[in-house]
């Protein structure tokens, strides 16, 4: 019997292959695009005309698609969904008859039983696995302890595990600050300083922060260079109908919004992200505290901008060193000696796709224990789909967050 296919179909990209390996096989854009066929004429010799594109394909032919976004933190569309799934495993020439499903970061058990209906009935999986993106991210990193951090497109989330287990849900913390809240930050300040004065897709707004925007590490000495010499900063991005866009500090200046959400929104109700990771730890037993401290991973699509873990590391230990609220000096002290924030072996594909979940999943399918966690068609067919509640990596969580 063969390994199963791992798919984890993210809101900006997906990524497809066999579990035991290092990386995926595939990743592409989790994009449909469906033909404007008042805007294409089929011409002699082309073949079959396509009623959709995904993934790569949406964004060549861009200007003759309506665009859409299956996935905003959990499928919004499963119709589109499906399509993704399917062209995933062509992708990887596999039928998806043994298949391993990353769900929602926080799924619910109706999402849950929604997954498992789609892949049963109409993927015709026999075999499924339901995988969690944050124990798989700290697997990768070969921890079993620690507190993750995901900072993903839609939210930002915040979970401590101990030797494997995610622990109590109260102690979970999840906020708006994101991948999207930062390019909407970005085009924001973009139209403030006359640089775009139009809107553009949000695909190729995204592909714009990733490919120029970093992270400071030192604010003071960044806007130091934004004043005395601009043109050091400057990158140009050329636009696809001909145009072309210049960022100066903008380019750093959206990332600040993670750590002073207040710049924006104008509300101190929305703790920067350090703040988060400081205050879920603090809320574990002091004796685990220590132990989380010198364990934080960073992770989803945010975690990858150039500078971020430093300056992630960088505000903890000064929040460590200043205020501290509700912590001994003494504590603090010995807290910020043991703060570290891992630094896992990375793949190629890390260097522009974040790949942690995956190989988390991958890493875990080669163990025994692996098989006991699947959920088979049979089992489906005695019990129904609530039967995928005994069989999953974190329990189910009743409140609804999608």
Not at 12 to 24: E, H, K, L, Q, S
Not at 28 to 54: H, R, W
Not at 72 to 96: C, Q, T, W
Not at 242 to 254: A, P, Q
């Amino acid at each position: 019997m063969g390994p199963p296919v791992i798919l984890d179909i993210g809101t900006v990209n997906t990524r497809v292959g066999f579990g035991g390996r290092t990386a995926p096989e595939c990743i592409f854009p989790t994009l449909v695009g469906e033909v404007n066929k008042q805007m294409v004429t089929p011409m002699v010799g082309q073949g079959e005309a396509k009623d959709y594109y995904i993934g790569k394909e949406v964004l060549d032919k861009r200007s003759l698609l309506k665009v859409r976004y299956p996935v905003e933190g959990a499928p919004k569309n499963f119709e589109d969904y499906e399509k993704i799934a399917r062209h995933a495993l062509r992708e990887v020439g596999d039928s998806g008859k043994r298949l391993a499903i990353m769900e929602p970061t926080q799924s619910t058990k109706e999402m849950r039983e929604k997954l498992v209906e789609f892949a049963m009935e109409d993927l015709g999986c026999e075999e499924l696995w339901l995988m969690n993106s944050i124990p798989c991210s700290l697997f990768a990193a070969g921890r079993t302890t620690g507190v993750v951090l995901e900072c993903s497109e839609s939210a930002s989330y915040v979970v401590p595990m101990l030797e494997g287990h995610t622990l109590s849900r109260s102690k979970w913390y999840r906020s708006d600050l994101s991948g999207m809240s930062v390019t909407n930050y970005m085009l924001k300040l973009l139209k403030e300083n006359a640089r775009l004065n139009r809107d553009i897709p949000p695909h190729l707004a995204r592909l714009i922060k990733e490919k120029y925007t970093y992270t400071s590490t030192n604010v003071v000495d960044d806007d130091h260079v934004a004043s005395t010499s601009p043109e050091s900063l400057l990158r140009v991005y050329e636009l696809p109908d001909g145009g072309s866009l210049e960022m100066y500090d903008e380019r750093y200046r959206c990332l600040e919004y993670l750590f002073h959400p207040s710049i924006w929104t104008l509300s101190d109700k929305i703790p920067a992200v350090h703040k988060s990771v400081v205050k879920t730890i603090t809320s574990c037993d002091e004796r685990l505290q220590p132990k989380l401290f010198q364990n934080i991973l960073a992770c989803g699509g945010v975690s990858l901008s150039v500078g971020f873990k430093q300056r992630l590391q960088k505000e903890i230990s000064t929040w460590l060193n200043g205020s501290g609220e509700g912590i001994q000096c003494k504590t603090k002290l010995k807290l910020n000696s043991t703060l570290k924030i891992i630094e896992p072996t990375s793949t190629e594909a890390d260097q522009t796709v974040c790949t942690m979940a995956w190989r988390g999943a991958s890493t875990l399918s080669k163990f025994s224990a692996y098989e006991s966690m699947k959920i088979t068609a049979t089992d489906i067919k005695e019990n129904g789909p609530g039967i995928a509640h005994r069989y999953v990596m974190v329990p189910p969580d009743k409140k609804v967050y999608y």
